[in-house]
């Protein structure tokens, strides 16, 4: 599927109750009183445990169960739903969580318990988006009168300390899942009033424009837990992770080569669209108030987001290119293969977990 020319697909994946379906009804615009409306809940069980897919127009959102979920059992089951929804045409991938979900040692565990399938979910073509939703945004909660010069200290304040908030979350994600993400989204509350630029409303809205000029592309080359399982075993066995490991960046090279010249071609396109419409719309603008004339303008400035967000996204698969034949190079292939195999171990631990 090309930019701008067929459907918008975006899946959800994260840790229960942080807001994914929350994001999929804003996303939508749906409302409690509509049929496809996603149940929401904030707690540390799944309030999603089946993917659900509910389509308005051009865009399809699914709404994932959550990994690592506090179930073992759960988050083997979950992954496999996940895989199986990235291996269709697709978009974006959000990774969602909440900027104070509990990030002690056991939660942190978890998480890295599931870094191989954090690791295989990165493979996929589509778009990566760390979407970080904070429950604590200002909410004005003595009341302050909006004109007063304590309103403005206090939010400062809160604000101040919420940005700390996200920095060191996101660089703690960041550390742990080793996703290559292509923008990072901050979601500061749903009050628009109180939070004008950065609640979720007007952040999913930005984010929905820009994405129409993302591919949609499937990943059918994606492994399930029992794929990973044998290969996890494999490696063990002969105690061979760095063939295994080389094997599959090979594979993950030939993907990404594939995804930057399918950018590459969308990219020419654009320009081709882009230049006659800026031309006539500038010759237009000038003589008409009319709606035709700021159309034919705002189609060239549509196709010139497509065409600066191409370059940035052929840039970030070309480093990502650029990283991943690095590390089966010599120079830095032994530590490659050491966190290869770390992530292995942590697998191991999952699949212990499950027996349990």
């Not at 820009?210 to 994606?222: A, G, Q, V, W, Y």
């Not at 760095?242 to 020419?268: A, G, M, P, Y």
């Not at 320009?271 to 800026?278: D, K, Q, R, S, V």
């Not at 191409?310 to 480093?319: A, D, F, P, V």
Request: with cysteine; proline share 3%; glycine share 6%.
């Amino acid at each position: 599927m090309s930019i701008g020319e067929d459907e918008m697909r975006i899946m959800s994946v994260g840790p229960s109750g942080v807001g994914k379906s929350t994001i999929g009804n804003k996303l939508l615009g749906l409302k409690s009183k509509d049929i496809d409306y996603f149940k929401t809940g904030a707690s540390s069980h799944s309030c999603t445990q089946e993917p659900r897919t509910v389509r308005s127009g051009k865009l399809t959102y699914t709404d994932l169960p959550g990994i690592p979920d506090t179930n073992p059992r759960n988050t083997k089951a979950f992954y496999d739903l996940i895989i199986d929804e990235a291996k269709k045409p697709l978009t974006a991938v959000f990774f969602v969580f909440a900027v104070d979900m509990r990030m002690d040692k056991h939660s942190i565990d978890r998480l890295k318990q599931c870094g191989l399938l954090f690791r295989e979910i990165n493979k996929c073509s589509a778009a990566k988006l760390l979407i970080l939703n904070d429950f604590n945004a200002w909410s004005n909660p003595e009341g302050l009168e909006e004109d007063d010069e304590e309103y403005f200290d206090e939010k400062a304040k809160h604000d101040k300390a919420r940005n700390e908030a996200h920095i060191d979350f996101e660089q703690a994600i960041k550390k742990i899942v080793r996703i290559n993400f292509n923008f990072t989204v901050v979601c500061y509350g749903l009050n628009k009033k109180i939070n004008q630029e950065h609640n979720m409303d007007t952040r999913l809205s930005f984010f929905k424009s820009m994405l129409k000029t993302f591919p949609c592309e499937p990943s059918p080359s994606l492994l399930n837990f029992e794929n990973l399982e044998k290969i996890v075993l494999e490696a063990k066995d002969k105690q061979d992770y760095e063939k295994i490991f080389i094997q599959e960046q090979e594979n993950h090279i030939k993907s990404l080569e594939k995804s930057i010249k399918n950018l590459k071609v969308t990219r020419v396109r654009a320009i081709a669209t882009g230049l006659p419409l800026m031309v006539g719309g500038l010759v237009l603008v000038p003589f008409t108030l009319g709606i035709s004339g700021y159309g034919v303008v705002a189609a060239a400035f549509s196709a010139a987001a497509t065409t600066f967000i191409c370059i940035r996204e052929i840039k970030s698969k070309e480093l990502e290119l650029e990283t991943a034949r690095e590390t089966i190079d010599k120079e830095k292939l032994e530590e490659a293969v050491q966190e290869y195999k770390s992530k292995c171990e942590y697998f191991e631990e999952l699949k212990n977990a499950l027996k349990e």
